[in-house]
């Protein structure tokens, strides 16, 4: 167990803070916490939320990519285009903006790992 916090920079929140699982996987690891999987390799992250509705995302860097939300009622799906993806061995920060057709969201998340050291083989 590792002590994480997710900071939502585009609306100055602490999304969570507490333990989270890392798990080695080949070029990347993957952090557990709360209801989110983050899955970080150089230069992709994968983001999974699962609340009310499930959310996945794939970020990559000057490179559009697709998300998925699923609700209740169906799969909405969305164009996702990363901004910003920096690791280092105490933190990830991803900067993206989701599209569907006219409609615009921009978000920004730093994740601060806390005790633990990692590298990407």
């Known amino acids: 167990m590792v002590q994480i916090r997710l900071l939502d920079l585009q609306n100055d929140q602490v ?19 709360g209801q989110y999987v983050w899955k970080v ?9 699962q ?4 959310v996945h995302l ?3 860097q000057g490179k559009p ?3 998925k939300i699923q609700t209740e009622y169906g799969e909405i799906r969305l164009h996702c285009e990363t901004s910003l993806y920096t690791i280092n061995e105490r933190s990830i920060e991803v900067q993206y903006t989701l599209k569907m ?3 615009i ?8 790992i806390k005790g633990a ?3 990407f083989h």
């Not at 609340?51 to 499930?54: A, D, K, N, W």
């Not at 969201?105 to 601060?112: A, G, Q, S, W, Y």
């Open 105 to 112: 969201e921009h978000f920004h998340f730093r994740l601060e």
């Open 15 to 33: 999304i969570f803070s507490g333990n989270a699982n890392s798990i080695d996987r080949p070029k990347g690891v993957h952090w557990e916490f």
């Open 58 to 60: 794939i970020c990559q």
């Open 117 to 119: 050291n990692y590298a």
């Open 51 to 54: 609340g009310e509705v499930h």
């Open 101 to 103: 057709e006219e409609q």
């Open 41 to 49: 390799y150089e230069d992709t992250l994968i983001i999974d939320s």
């Open 65 to 67: 990519t697709q998300a």
